[in-house]
């Protein structure tokens, strides 16, 4: 009879020549066809006029009540968020985060900075929200990129001169984060955070920068990537195959003639296969010189 310490220094054996194996064919778990979408990849922030949320107006009501620039537009939101007890007040001693790449597959960050002038566009149209937009291929595909992510915010401006924003729509058609195809749940976490920097030149023309505001991070748990759906403020339960409600809330934030706009996006795999693969590693590094003695003995 095999003794228990060879039976498991036999099963580790067994598992590292799988692991080289796997490592060999380029990948150790195969990636789920809707995730792992890490190439040629480019993120986009555009200011939206009242035209361009077209599309989104149902939800953009749910925050502000009446359309853009239609009558008493902003009478509801400051009610609204405060018994949804959602305010969120304005920061000024904020620390920026950096964007920085994460190297595990199983939590994927992208983001992008946007450096803004006025908050109208050439024809003096005002903008009520903004979107933000990743392209990419997957990691193997040679073919052409495509839109993988989408959020919409719209934003209004009330008689302080403070804006208030909140999320209208998402949808993320395919992951950055690397999610295994094993399984019969294919899901991710995303965590969205936008933050504002104001900048101008003084009288001596030098140069300022101050971090003043950061959006309260948008959380979008157990997302489905077998089947992405499209979340909205505005979902009331209508065909919840395709749509689902969009939980934010407001964000206040001060009115900067010419502004930086940063967006981090953080995408995890909700199967923790990272620590999986960590507690693996583990394994094998706590019992490598019991697999060496192991070798030897077998073949004295």
């Given at each position: ?55 989104y ?44 790449e ?38 193997n595909?040679?073919g052409e ?14 008689d ?23 399984g ?11 933050a ?12 300022h920068?101050?971090?003043?505001a950061?959006f ?85």
């Amino acid at each position: 009879m095999i003794k228990k310490e060879a039976y498991n220094i036999s099963c580790l054996l067994l598992l590292i020549s799988f692991l080289t194996l796997q490592t060999g064919c380029g990948y150790f778990l195969p990636p789920h066809a809707n995730s792992f979408y890490t190439k040629d990849e480019t993120v986009t922030v555009k200011m939206l006029t009242c035209d361009e949320l077209k599309d989104y107006k149902e939800d953009w009501r749910v925050y502000f009540g009446s359309y853009c620039d239609e009558p008493k537009a902003f009478a509801f939101a400051p009610a609204i968020a405060l018994a949804a007890g959602i305010v969120v007040p304005i920061v000024v001693d904020y620390a920026k985060t950096k964007l920085k790449e994460e190297s595990e597959n199983y939590v994927q960050q992208f983001g992008t900075t946007y450096f803004g002038t006025s908050w109208e566009n050439k024809d003096k149209k005002k903008y009520y929200g903004f979107e933000i937009v990743r392209n990419a291929k997957r990691y193997n595909d040679t073919g052409e990129k495509e839109e993988v992510f989408k959020i919409v915010y719209g934003f209004l401006k009330d008689d302080k001169d403070i804006f208030w924003a909140a999320p209208l729509y998402f949808k993320t058609n395919k992951t950055k984060a690397k999610v295994s195809s094993w399984g019969s749940s294919h899901k991710i976490n995303t965590k969205v955070e936008i933050a504002l920097d104001a900048v101008w030149i003084d009288g001596q023309k030098k140069y300022h920068k101050e971090n003043i505001a950061k959006f309260d991070p948008l959380i979008i748990k157990d997302y489905e990537i077998d089947s992405p759906k499209v979340l909205r403020s505005s979902f009331k339960g209508e065909n919840p195959d395709k749509y689902g409600r969009l939980e934010g809330g407001l964000n206040s934030f001060p009115i900067s003639e010419k502004f930086w706009l940063t967006v981090l996006v953080t995408e995890t795999d909700t199967a923790k296969t990272k620590q999986y693969i960590t507690d693996l590693s583990d394994i094998l590094e706590k019992n490598k010189d019991k697999i060496i003695d192991f070798i030897k003995s077998q073949t004295n």
